[in-house]
C-alpha cells in the first residue's frame, strides 16, 4: 500500500468527523494529543474490530547509530509485556529500516500456529516478513507522524480477520493513533537527541543504580559536574527528576 494512499484514507476519516480510533465522535476534535490510557484503550477498539487477541504501539528511537523500536504501551499496560520486550530487540531492527522507507504493513505467521495465516497470505498490499516474536501470528502497521517521528503499531493473534477492504482503513487508524501519541510529548524526539554523550553516560550509570558520588568517581569527574549532568540531562528530556528521565530515555532507546 502506497504511503499517500494510507495518509489520504486518514484525512477522510477527520474530514468526515469520525473519531480515527473506531467510535463516532461527532464536533469533535479526534486528532488531538490523547492520554496514553485512551490510546491503549482505543487501540484496543482497533485489536478487537480484527480480532486481534494482542497489540503493541512502538517507536522508532531517534538514535542513527543502533536503530531499535521502543515500546511506547502494549496490551499489558500499564506494564510491558514479554513479547513487546522481544519485539524491541534484535529482531526489530530489520522493520526499523523497513519502517523509515516505506509503510507496506508486514504479517508473519509461526508454522507451528494455524487460524491467521491464510487470512495474512491473502491481503495483497501487505509483505511477508520473518517473526517479529516466537510462536505468534500477528501484522504489522508502519505509521509516520510530524516531526519525521514514525513508529510501528503491531496486533498479534491466531484468528486475525483482515481483507484488503478493511486493510487501509484499519491502516488509517493506525496512523491517526500514532500521530495523536505523537503529540503528547511534543518536541521530546528534538530534545533527545540534544543531549550529549557524557550526560547520556551519567543517565546509564543512575538506570544501574549508581549514585552520583559513585558516577563522578567512576567517570573521573567532580561530584558536582556529575550532578549538573544528570540535572541538564532531566531537563532536556522534559522530565520532573532522574529517575522519569531514566524512564524516558530507556523509553526512547537512548540507553539500555
Same mark, same amino acid.
Given at each position: ?46 485489536? =478487537?474490530?480484527?480480532?486481534? +487477541?494482542?497489540?503493541? $504501539? ?8 543502533? #536503530? &531499535?523500536?521502543? !515500546? ?80 510501528? =503499531?503491531?496486533?498479534?493473534? +491466531?484468528?486475525?480477520? $483482515? ?8 491502516? #488509517? &487508524?493506525?496512523? !491517526? ?80
Amino acid at each position: 500500500m502506497k504511503h499517500a494512499q494510507v495518509k489520504e484514507a486518514a484525512a477522510a476519516l477527520f474530514n468526515d468527523q469520525r473519531n480515527p480510533f473506531g467510535a463516532f465522535s461527532l464536533g469533535s476534535e479526534t486528532h488531538h494529543a490523547v492520554t496514553i490510557p485512551d490510546a491503549v484503550r482505543r487501540c484496543r477498539w482497533i485489536a =478487537v474490530d480484527i480480532n486481534a +487477541s494482542a497489540f503493541g $504501539l512502538f517507536f522508532v528511537s531517534p538514535s542513527l547509530e543502533r #536503530a &531499535r523500536l521502543v !515500546a511506547c504501551f502494549d496490551s499489558d499496560y500499564p506494564s510491558t509485556g514479554v513479547t513487546a520486550k522481544f519485539i524491541s530487540g534484535a529482531s526489530g531492527e530489520e522493520m526499523v529500516r523497513h519502517c523509515r522507507i516505506s509503510t507496506a504493513p508486514r504479517w508473519w505467521a509461526d508454522d507451528s500456529m494455524a487460524g491467521s495465516r491464510q487470512t495474512l497470505e491473502s491481503l495483497t498490499w501487505s509483505e511477508q516478513t520473518a517473526p517479529l516474536a516466537p510462536g505468534t501470528n500477528g501484522i504489522a502497521f508502519p505509521v509516520h507522524a510530524e516531526r519525521g517521528q514514525c513508529g510501528l =503499531v503491531v496486533f498479534l493473534g +491466531s484468528d486475525i480477520t $483482515l481483507s484488503d477492504d478493511t486493510l487501509c482503513e484499519i491502516h #488509517a &487508524r493506525c496512523f !491517526a493513533l500514532f500521530a495523536a501519541v505523537a503529540r503528547v510529548r511534543p518536541g521530546e524526539t528534538g530534545r533527545a537527541r540534544a543531549i550529549s554523550k557524557r550526560e547520556l553516560e551519567c543517565l546509564k550509570l543512575t538506570a544501574n543504580g549508581n549514585t552520583s558520588e559513585e558516577i563522578a568517581k567512576l567517570l573521573k569527574l567532580s561530584v558536582h559536574t556529575a550532578n549538573q549532568y544528570l540535572t541538564q540531562s532531566t531537563q532536556k528530556l522534559n522530565a520532573v527528576n532522574r529517575n522519569q528521565a531514566v524512564a524516558k530515555a530507556l523509553r526512547l532507546g537512548l540507553i539500555e
